[in-house]
């Protein structure tokens, strides 16, 4: 089925038409939801959550029949660092797959208490930690609240409280950094029981900034905020570049990617940009649109180096998340 729609005239082939048969009922939910006009003779997209269709499917069950009591997942391999809640790390990587894959939200009961046992790691400041440890993290707080929010707690005093912590916690040039690499320390720092304190003089950094600004833009209030708006040009200006601390120090490390989004990779960063500033455009963010096209295959699915294939269907959860990126950054 081919599609018109005008966004399509920046790729080589329909990337529409392998998703909506590939036999996949979650990634055939969010093309129709995403893609279609109600006049393709298919279910109009509701505005509510998807609902059980998606929720009892046996993806879902699974990832549920592994939940602990208390809301948390367990980490399944080595715990190689005392200081380290395994548990929520891992509690954050199986709310990435029911939360951005399986539209689960707040209505569901495994949602609630998963939700519970993220922000009891809240601090007094607002910040969630235990995955660094006692240090202080930009990324993870943010990666976790975003998820929160797309699951319908943006308007929990919790999340506004890390919102705020995060405006806070900015460098002085507008994006944000790992406090402790601002200071030079390696990753051994992650066992200091002290909590090392930023310079905000220090330069940004761009695989924080590309994941604090996936939760801005999981945020339908703090999406439009000047600090997002900023930092999303910010972040345009560094694609194809290595980061200026060593933890993605290789221009490689933008086109190594994953779903759900992981670290910031182009697919990551644009999807965030696009929502936060939908008209923006730069060479960079046109470059990078056009190194997707060159990698999608004539099937329309996108063929790149891709991370994490859990579920054995990344292609196609993949070129969905490109898909709607071309279609927020029309030509």
Excluded: C
């Amino acid at each position: 089925m081919m599609v018109s729609m005008t966004w399509l005239d920046g790729l080589r082939f329909d990337p529409i038409a392998p998703l909506l048969s590939s036999g996949h009922p979650a990634v055939r939910f969010w093309a129709i939801r995403g893609f279609l006009p109600e006049s393709a003779g298919l279910p109009a997209a509701t505005a509510g959550a998807p609902g059980e269709e998606l929720w009892d499917l046996p993806p879902v069950r699974r990832i549920l029949r592994r939940q602990a009591a208390n809301g948390s997942w367990t980490y399944p391999g080595r715990r190689p660092r005392a200081s380290t809640e395994y548990d929520l790390l891992e509690t954050y990587r199986q709310l990435g797959f029911l939360v951005e894959m399986f539209g689960i939200t707040h209505p569901h009961p495994a949602l609630a208490a998963a939700a519970e046992y993220v922000l009891a790691h809240q601090t007094g400041q607002g910040d969630l930690r235990g995955i660094y440890g006692n240090q202080v993290s930009p990324n993870y707080t943010a990666a976790l609240i975003g998820l929160l929010s797309k699951a319908g707690y943006s308007e929990d005093p919790r999340v506004e409280r890390a919102f705020s912590w995060l405006e806070a916690s900015r460098q002085d040039d507008g994006g944000w950094a790992l406090p402790l690499r601002t200071r030079g320390r390696k990753l051994d720092a992650l066992d200091d029981p002290h909590t090392i304190t930023g310079d905000p003089a220090q330069p940004f950094s761009h695989l924080v900034t590309g994941i604090v600004l996936r939760a801005y833009a999981a945020h339908p209030k703090h999406r439009d905020s000047t600090s997002a708006q900023k930092a999303a040009e910010l972040l345009a200006a560094r694609f194809f570049e290595p980061d200026v601390y060593p933890d993605k120090g290789r221009a490689v490390d933008w086109t190594e990617f994953s779903f759900p989004f992981w670290m910031t990779d182009l697919v990551s960063a644009l999807d965030a940009i696009s929502i936060i500033r939908p008209g923006f455009r730069s060479e960079k963010t046109d470059r990078a649109r056009h190194w997707l096209a060159a990698h999608q295959e004539p099937s329309g699915l996108f063929t790149v180096h891709l991370l994490r294939d859990r579920f054995h269907d990344l292609q196609l959860w993949f070129s969905l998340a490109v898909s709607r990126v071309f279609a927020r950054m029309r030509s």
